[in-house]
């Protein structure tokens, strides 16, 4: 008796795993997963591929994004952007050497690595995305900014700036506004404080002209006379 009721047990324990096994093929368990669609790796911008005049620019669907390497970075998606003098002088070559030893003092890389390169200073858009160690920037916060002419500029979707290279844009302003200022100001701000010598604390009832200005190419701007 003992051998036939083990017999049985066993029978059953085969039934049910069998049919376990049958009811999974039948009607398998499946999971709805929402994923977000894969960020883009490349964007559209303007650059240069070697140094010359208006015919070295090419428009390019394929510029790699640009990405933060440092805690204090910020990534901005540009909704403006302006051409300076010196953005026309970089395009033929002006100042490549000095530029390279600020892109790579070490020397580690190649001669040409600095292409293909994004020209454009000023930039007026929206936080997308910042580093660990910004404080005073969120996403969506809309800023202007001026980029040191080491960095890729401007004239592309995106662009990534350092948290002191930016500010808050004032509200009173439009992107195309504000996209026409940051260089050009701070480029006026170092002629009156550091050749013209005034700060907060001796300008006080001084004036400051604009009469006379520099023609560089089809771009001016003004010369501040104290």
């Known amino acids: 008796m003992e051998f036939l009721k083990t017999c049985v047990l066993r029978r059953k324990a085969c039934t049910t795993v069998c049919f376990w096994r049958r009811q999974t093929i039948r009607k398998p368990s499946v999971r709805n997963i929402s994923t977000s669609s894969p960020r883009s790796t490349v964007m559209p911008a303007w650059v240069i591929d070697k140094y010359g005049k208006n015919e070295v620019l090419r428009f390019t669907q394929n510029m790699m994004m640009p990405v933060i390497h440092y805690p204090n970075e910020i990534i901005i998606k540009v909704h403006a952007a302006s051409v300076n003098p010196i953005d026309v002088n970089m395009r033929s070559g002006y100042g ?100 013209g010598g005034l700060n907060d604390k001796n300008c006080t009832g001084k004036r400051i002209s604009g009469k006379e200005s520099i023609i560089a190419g089809p771009f001016s701007w003004p010369v501040v006379q104290i």
């Open 96 to 195: 490549a050497a000095a530029l390279n030893m600020k892109r790579d003092p070490l020397h580690i890389k190649t001669k040409g690595e600095e292409f293909p390169l994004t020209l454009g200073r000023d930039v007026s858009g929206v936080v997308m995305e910042c580093g660990l160690d910004v404080r005073y920037f969120k996403p969506g916060d809309e800023v202007w900014a001026a980029v040191p002419p080491w960095k890729q500029g401007t004239l592309s979707e995106f662009v990534v700036v350092s948290g002191n290279e930016v500010s808050h844009k004032p509200k009173s302003l439009t992107h195309t506004q504000a996209a026409s200022l940051p260089y050009v100001a701070l480029t006026a701000w170092s002629a009156i404080n550091k050749v």
